[in-house]
């Protein structure tokens, strides 16, 4: 097809990368993901789309890292895709705290050889770039909703290193007329969600309570609130920010925040559970520094583009608990299979 768009996904493995692929191939683009080699395959959450690579796919996957600038700028060139989306990263801010310099080189270098290998392909066709920044560059906020305008005051180096490819993907629209954009997204969570963040985590241990596989769940700080929402709402947001007229930065998020707290009392209620009697505080989920409270306003991204978030935090929770459920009673019935066959 002459007219086919296509798209080059870093980090489509991950959450969003997913929901992002599923997205995109149903728009009818031809797909390009980029993923780390491996010792074990690491592609569940792409596995369902997956295609036969000697079938004409329209996704396609390449070896790549985002710290080999030279390798993604010859894929780039190589492929020419119309969009970029840059959602690769080693995105969990504990984490960030043990690798910091790790963090710096996925998140902040990382973004920069993607904008590096766009400038490249500019000078032979007009390519778009989206750039995953990200709620946490508020930080410690100094004004409350958060807006495009909002000063950033980050808190980790997750949060650091975000800030970073931020100004640079500004940086590159302003210095080369690069059609670059920052959607800064407030957290957004699924059935899909990485188990160490805090609602997977939730949803996870509560499910696995209710089947009798636990007994415990341990966290950190309960008091901090955070704006949530579906990814699959947010990918269709990442999406309209690339075909707006000009490239520009929109935040995406709910306009409504929730402490961890509520979302735990919101998921044990559904298993009809009180979480009070399983939850404990275990210090080494504390943060050196924490991010208390984040509350976007997402007016420009509705106005410009057409978008909100259409799920709240009960029906997320609802989604990721009869997920989460379904799981744990496979899990159940595994052992006991395995127990009673012994
Ligand atoms: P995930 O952690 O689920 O996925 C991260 C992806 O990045 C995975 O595919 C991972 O690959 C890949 N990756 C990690 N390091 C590298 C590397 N060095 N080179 C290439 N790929 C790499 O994140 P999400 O899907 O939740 O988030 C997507 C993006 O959006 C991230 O940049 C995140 O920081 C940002 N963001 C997320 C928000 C959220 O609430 N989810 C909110 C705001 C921003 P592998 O599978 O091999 O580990
Ligand atoms: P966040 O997400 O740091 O906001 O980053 P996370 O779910 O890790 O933490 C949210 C809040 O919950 C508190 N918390 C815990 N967090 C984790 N992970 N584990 C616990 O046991 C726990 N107990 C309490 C945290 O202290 C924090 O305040 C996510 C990531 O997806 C980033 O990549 C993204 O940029 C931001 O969201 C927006």
Redesign the pocket.
Known sequence: MADQKSALITGITGQDGSYLAELLLEKGYLVHGLVRRSSTFGTERIDHIYQDLHANPTLMLHYGDLTDGQALTNLVLDIKPDEIYNLG?Q????VSFDQPVYTLQTVGVGALNVLEAARQLQKIKEVRVYQAS???MYGDVLQTPQTETTPFNPQSP??CA?VYAFHQTVNYRESYGLFACNGI???HESERRGE????R?ITRAATRIKAGLQKKL?????D?K?DWGYAKDYVEGMWRILQHSEPDDFVLATGETQS?REFLRLVFEQLELNWEDYVEI?PR???PA???L?LGDPSKAKEKLGWTASTDLRELARIMVEHDLELAQREAHAKTFVAGSA
């Open positions: 990263a995105s969990h801010v504990r990200s709620s946490e997750y949060a975000k997204l407030f957290n160490t963040f805090v609602t985590k341990y966290l950190g700080n309960l901090a955070r961890v275990d989920y504390f943060r924490e991010v208390e984040l």
